[in-house]
């Protein structure tokens, strides 16, 4: 069992930045490839951004390229998502998920833990 805690969101305004973080618990966070996925109210979760266990390999969602970066730390068993140049389109609640197989990032029913979700919400 992995145990996952985000946090971080807040409210920012356009143009801003937010850090969020993933710390696990558990079990050691390198065995999984994760994930970082929003909703916003009314709309399916959507993948954001993924990265692989070794952390060389990373892969974005097109909204997101040149804004949004993942980061692992595995020695503190945490993954990261810097989010800079925030729109307001960008309002959701942001879940990381962590995945064994390592195969499909922009499937949410690929991944085996999640998180409970941290708010994030941009006002212009």
């Known amino acids: 069992q992995v145990q996952l805690v985000e946090s971080g969101g807040g409210l920012v305004q356009a143009g801003g930045s937010l850090r969020l973080s993933c710390a696990a618990s558990g079990r050691t966070l390198s065995s999984y490839a994760m994930g970082w996925f929003r909703q916003a109210p009314g709309k399916e979760r959507e993948f954001v951004a993924g990265i692989s266990r070794s952390d060389s390999s990373t892969t974005y969602t097109d909204s997101v390229k040149g804004r949004f970066t993942i980061s692992r730390d595995n020695a503190k068993n945490t993954v990261y998502l810097q989010m800079n140049s925030l729109k307001p389109g960008d309002t959701a609640v942001y879940y990381c998920?962590?995945?064994?197989?390592?195969?499909?990032?922009?499937?949410?029913?690929?991944?085996?833990?999640w998180g409970q979700g941290t708010q994030v919400t941009v006002s212009s």
């Open positions: 998920a962590a995945q064994l197989n390592g195969l499909t990032y922009r499937v949410p029913n690929q991944y085996d833990y």
